[in-house]
């Protein structure tokens, strides 16, 4: 009985870790989104969690369409 309660203790870890990776490798790809394209996103996700998740919500956008629309938009219109 002890291994198989041994047995569920793993396999609940190993789904945790599983899980885990999966959303670190998430936020990596939000963050190459917005221009970021450091694997460092990924390790702060992964290992400190929702730091890093806060850490890659707040990354402001570095993408070359975003400064040019931003650009256009500060032009003055002719007249």
């Not at 917005?34 to 993408?63: D, I, Q």
């Not at 369409?65 to 938009?73: F, G, M, R, S, V």
Request: hydrophobic share 55%; proline share 3%; aromatic share 8%.
């Amino acid at each position: 009985m002890e291994g198989l309660l041994v047995l569920g203790i793993l396999v609940v870890a190993g789904l945790l870790v599983w899980l885990q990776i999966c959303v670190a490798k998430e936020f990596q790809r939000i963050a190459a989104m917005k221009g970021h394209t450091e694997k460092c996103y990924f390790w702060w996700t992964l290992f400190l969690g929702m730091v890093g998740m806060m850490m890659v919500v707040a990354l402001p956008s570095n993408r070359i369409e975003a400064q040019q629309e931003n650009a256009a938009d500060e032009e003055l219109p002719e007249i």
